[in-house]
């Protein structure tokens, strides 16, 4: 059984940053793809990083030049690292791992808050 946790989340003002952190346990996790996804208050969730086991990434283009996806096999751990926050970045972020879509793993998320 994986459980995926995140971490790293909290207030922050506008044009700091934030990482994230995502990391693995229990049964060996190594799925094609992670992604991280977030849920504004009132929104449907969204997607916002993917990386793929060969390394590739794609980004929301709200966010793109702002925020980097990546990972440390070593730790089982995937990274979101966050740049020039905006307010409208304020949501509960989720990361999430499988094999294709829908994912069949998630986290229980961490909120992230930036103030204008």
């Known amino acids: 059984q994986v459980q995926l946790v995140e971490s790293g989340g909290g207030l922050v003002q506008a044009g700091g940053s934030l990482r994230l952190s995502c990391r693995a346990s229990?049964?060996?996790?190594?799925?094609?793809?992670m992604a991280w996804y977030r849920q504004a208050p009132g929104k449907e969730r969204e997607w916002v990083a993917i990386?793929?086991?060969?390394?590739?990434?794609t980004y929301k283009e709200s966010v793109k030049g702002r925020f980097t996806i990546s990972r440390d096999n070593a730790k089982n751990t995937v990274y979101l690292q966050m740049n020039s926050l905006r307010p409208e970045d304020t949501a509960v972020y989720y990361c999430?791992?499988?094999?294709?879509?829908?994912?069949?793993?998630w986290g229980q998320g961490t909120q992230v808050t930036v103030s204008s």
């Open positions: 990386l793929t086991r060969g390394g590739s990434t």
């Open positions: 999430a791992g499988g094999n294709g879509l829908p994912y069949k793993n």
């Open positions: 229990g049964s060996m996790f190594n799925p094609n793809v």
